[in-house]
Each structure stands twice: as C-alpha cells, then as structure tokens.
T-cell receptor, first 110, second 117 residues
C-alpha cells in the first residue's frame, strides 16, 4: 500500500529558485528516503533520514523530518535544469519493505 | 562496472501470453524487488526477496510469479492471469531489507516497459 503522499503533485520553477516538496505518511516509520526519477528511467536514491533525525543535508538537498506530524520535506536549493524530474518519498516501517508515494513532478525552466 | 540491469527495455506481447522480464545485479546484494509503475503514479511492490531461494508477495502479486535461484538474478513472469499488465516494471536491489535498526538504499534498474495488446 502507498503510505507516503507527496505535495504538490507538480511544481514549476525558474532556474536558480528553490524547490520545496512535502511528504506525509500515516503510520510510524523507522526511516524515510527520497528518490529522484528522470522521465522513463529508474529511480536514484538521494538521501535517507532516520526516525531519530530531524534534518539532513546532502549538497543542494535539505531534508527535514517531523515524526510528530508524520511529515517530511525535501528542499532543492539553487535549482538547475538537470533537477527536472519526479521526486518520491519512501517510508519503511516494520514490514521489511519500502512504501512509495505518488511523487512530485518538478520542472525547472531555463 | 557494478549495477543492476533489466532487459529488454521495451516488450510487446499479445494478450494471453506469459512473458518473463529479466533482472540481474552484480552488486552482491541479498535483497531484490520488483515494482510496477503506472502513468503518474508511484511504485507498487509486486514481489521481494530477502535471500536466495526465498521470496514474498508484495502488495499486488496476483497474476505475477518470480524465482530466486541465484543471488544475482530475480526474473519476473507476468502471466495471462494479470488483468492489466501494460505498465513500466522496475527491478531494484539493496544490501539488505529495511528493518528496525537499519535501512538500505535501493538501487534501481532502467526499467522495462511492457505493452500487452
């Protein structure tokens, strides 16, 4: 079942602007991961945040996790055309598998 | 050059035929997964395997079958019992399955787009 839900479904920004997307989930989790998918391709792992962490950075990416609100956000700073992709959050609980949301499609305009 | 491969990239079949999608990894990962992705949607888990000779049904296993005879290989058969098989199929692998004390990133193949007419 799909636990995570991303918001917004789609986002269009100008190159150089920041992009923020959110993920909400229903049940308690051990970890949350973010993935990127370019059109028609496989997914690429971006970042993993554990349930006892509140914030994590990787290059231009910043992820926050609020377990009390059951939500996470992904911020991409200084966006580039190459950031155009769909972004998915994936949660894992105690059932040994990841549950993916429906994704946020980000378009970066030149 | 380590990675996970899927073949073919595009596959066309007539309704009523079984078809097998290939997935191979040389990352020495124990866990492997098959997902289905429909347009504009997220990934839904079909089957997963935590170790050789063992696999479990995911959320949408009906009409699909798998085998895990070798660590490197996890083929998926889409049977004629699958009512709506046209989709994008993604295979993934990870060092181990998600758990309470650890979680591993999943490495994805490039996908196979199956069209059944």
């Amino acid at each position: 079942s799909q636990q995570g839900e991303e918001d917004p479904q789609a986002l269009s920004i100008q190159e150089g602007e920041n992009a923020t997307m959110n993920c909400s989930y229903k049940t308690s989790i051990n970890n949350l991961q973010w993935y990127r998918q370019n059109s028609g391709r496989g997914l690429v792992h971006l970042i993993l945040i554990r349930s006892n962490e509140r914030e994590k950075h990787s290059g231009r990416l910043r992820v926050t996790l609020d377990t009390s609100k059951k939500s996470s956000s992904l911020l991409i700073t200084a966006s580039r055309a190459a950031d155009t992709a769909s972004y998915f959050c994936a949660t894992d609980g105690n059932d040994y598998k990841l549950s993916f949301g429906a994704g946020t499609t980000v378009t970066v305009r030149a | 050059d380590g990675g996970i491969t899927q073949s073919p990239k595009y596959l066309f079949r007539k309704e009523g035929q079984n078809v097998t999608l290939s997935c191979e990894q040389n990352l020495n990962h124990d866990a492997m997964y098959w997902y289905r992705q429909d347009p504009g949607q997220g990934l839904r888990l079909i089957y997963y395997s935590q170790i050789v000779n063992d696999f479990q049904k995911g959320d949408i296993a009906e009409g699909y079958s798998v085998s895990r005879e070798k660590k490197e290989s996890f083929p998926l058969t889409v049977t004629s019992a699958q009512k709506n098989p046209t989709a994008f199929y993604l295979c993934a692998s990870s060092f181990g399955p998600p758990g309470q004390t650890h979680s591993y990133e999943q490495y994805f193949g490039p996908g196979t787009r199956l069209t059944v007419t």
